[in-house]
T-cell receptor, first 114, second 114 residues
Framework: NAGVMQNPRHLVRRRGQEARLRCSPM?????VYWYRQLPEEGLKFMVY????????ESGMPKERFSAEFPKEGPSILRIQQVVRGDSAAYFC????????????FGPGTRLTVT | DQQVKQNSPSLSVQEGRISILNCDYT??????FLWYKKYPAEGPTFLIS?????DKNEDGRFTVFLNKSAKHLSLHIVPSQPGDSAVYFC?????????????FGQGTRLTINP
């Protein structure tokens, strides 16, 4: 039973380019969460999605950031026109759903903006 | 507004002794608490959890204690082993705005000395 998969593991982008981060949840999980971790900080919630629906995007910056979880395929976190402050580790987690369910994390994508 | 706080950024413990990691929270709506362990360049790994209706949960060398009146939880690891060296995140879960949310503390870096 494969765990949560994220790719790429490392991504380097120049300022102004677009970054696309992919997440495939664990088999049987229909809930996906994206978190961002800045250096020396904890994980900050960004967005919560179920298949084809954004449930809660209260942690996501209003501009340049978007997320989707299509019926088929992985969840995508998209950052347009990246800036240096977007450099961070981005983690995806999945759960089968419901209150109290543990979230299982992927290995993360480390984004570096030069 | 830091709803979940881990006030000790780091902790150093001798191998074989007990490690105690602490976590405080402010929001009474949290009803489920989790501990995650994170190695460098990896995603957080779920370790142990506790429901707010309990005050203790034990799993092998790991025990989590919850004191609801003090809004405090702790993770005990005994005996501590070198492989326990990692960053430990406390997380609290609640239904907010129709979705389950996990709020993470800043993490405590545990070092087990041989």
């Amino acid at each position: 039973n494969a765990g949560v998969m994220q790719n790429p593991r490392h991504l380097v982008r120049r300022r102004g380019q677009e970054a696309r981060l992919r997440c495939s949840p664990m088999k049987g999980h229909s809930h996906v969460y994206w978190y961002r971790q800045l250096p020396e900080e904890g994980l900050k919630f960004m967005v919560y999605l179920q298949k084809e629906n954004i449930i809660d995007e209260s942690g996501m910056p209003k501009e340049r950031f978007s997320a989707e979880f299509p019926k088929e395929g992985p969840s995508i976190l998209r950052i347009q026109q990246v800036v240096r402050g977007d450099s961070a580790a981005y983690f995806c987690a999945s759960s089968p759903g419901g209150a109290g369910y543990e979230q299982y994390f992927g290995p993360g994508t480390r984004l570096t903006v030069t | 507004d830091q709803q979940v706080k881990q006030n000790s950024p780091s902790l150093s413990v001798q191998e074989g002794r007990i490690s105690i990691l602490n976590c405080d929270y402010t929001n009474s709506m949290f009803d489920y608490f989790l501990w995650y362990k994170k190695y460098p360049a990896e995603g957080p790994t779920f370790l142990i959890s506790i429901s707010s209706i309990k005050d203790k949960n034990e799993d092998g060398r790991f025990t989590v204690f919850l004191n609801k009146s003090a809004k405090h939880l702790s993770l005990h690891i005994v005996p501590s082993q070198p492989g326990d060296s990692a960053v430990y995140f406390c997380a609290a879960s609640a239904w907010m705005q129709g979705a389950q949310k996990l709020v993470f503390g800043q993490g405590t870096r545990l070092t087990i000395n041989p």
